[in-house]
């Protein structure tokens, strides 16, 4: 049996994560939600479970291994170029925006002030990238 479709989502605060699986969760979204703190347990992550992986949420300012270098290593990376990745940060940096798009984001999204938002924004994810 196939194992469920996974959605990464790399953050190193933990509220973070649980509020974008609530958020997807909401639009019924089921799918295998995958938590990871930083970009070293992403890669680790991949290399045993490519094949599961449909999308990856990736913050840019995390300890250890962080966003910008996990971005460049996975689009750089004949096994990996091909997941999708939207970048989720605190950041509104027109500098970060242009950095992750260099790198090969295909999303660049700065986290919403409000629960209702984050519902759209997962929601529209959700279509372009998983459903």
């Known amino acids: 049996m196939k194992s469920k479709q996974q959605i990464l ?13 609530d958020a997807f969760l909401s639009g019924s979204l089921e799918m295998e ?3 990871l703190e930083n970009g070293d347990r992403l890669i ?7 094949e599961d992986v449909s999308l990856i949420l990736l ?14 290593e996975i689009k750089t990376s ?11 940060s605190t950041s509104s940096s ?29 929601g529209c994810i959700a279509k372009l990238w998983i459903q």
């Open 9 to 21: 989502i790399v953050d190193d605060d933990t509220d973070d994560r649980e509020i974008l699986k």
């Open 33 to 35: 939600y995958v938590f």
């Open 44 to 50: 680790k992550h991949l290399e045993s479970h490519e």
């Open 59 to 72: 913050d840019l300012n995390m300890p250890g291994k962080d966003g910008r270098e996990s971005l460049k």
């Open 78 to 88: 004949k096994r990996f170029h091909h997941i999708p990745i939207v970048i989720f």
């Open 94 to 122: 027109q500098r970060d925006r242009l950095m992750a798009y260099d790198l090969g984001a295909n999303c660049f999204i700065t986290k919403p002030d409000t629960f209702n938002k984050l519902v759209e924004i997962t």
